[in-house]
């Protein structure tokens, strides 16, 4: 199975900062609404086996990307916020 860590980690941080916007809707129309956008800008880092998902796993965690994943979260969040769709 071929799956995208990034958009792993994207959610984990996604509900982890959510909260820290008081005025963002954060209904499932917004959620999805963020993380699509977060995920457009970052680049992929796709899997296809256990072994390939525990290298990446540890360059994922680090400092700089995780800051990276949070920094698009957070942009999508305040474009969100400007814009709802829901």
Sequence with gaps: MIRNLVEDHARELYGEIRDR??????????AQDVLIY???????????????????EVNLDKDQNRASIEVALMEGIRKVTLAPRC
Excluded at 21 to 30: K, Q, S
Excluded at 38 to 54: D, F, H, I, S
């Design 21 to 30: 916007f008081p005025d963002f809707c954060g209904c499932e129309t917004c």
């Design 38 to 56: 977060a995920l457009n800008r970052l680049p992929p880092r796709y899997v296809g086996g256990r072994e390939g998902a525990v290298v990446t």
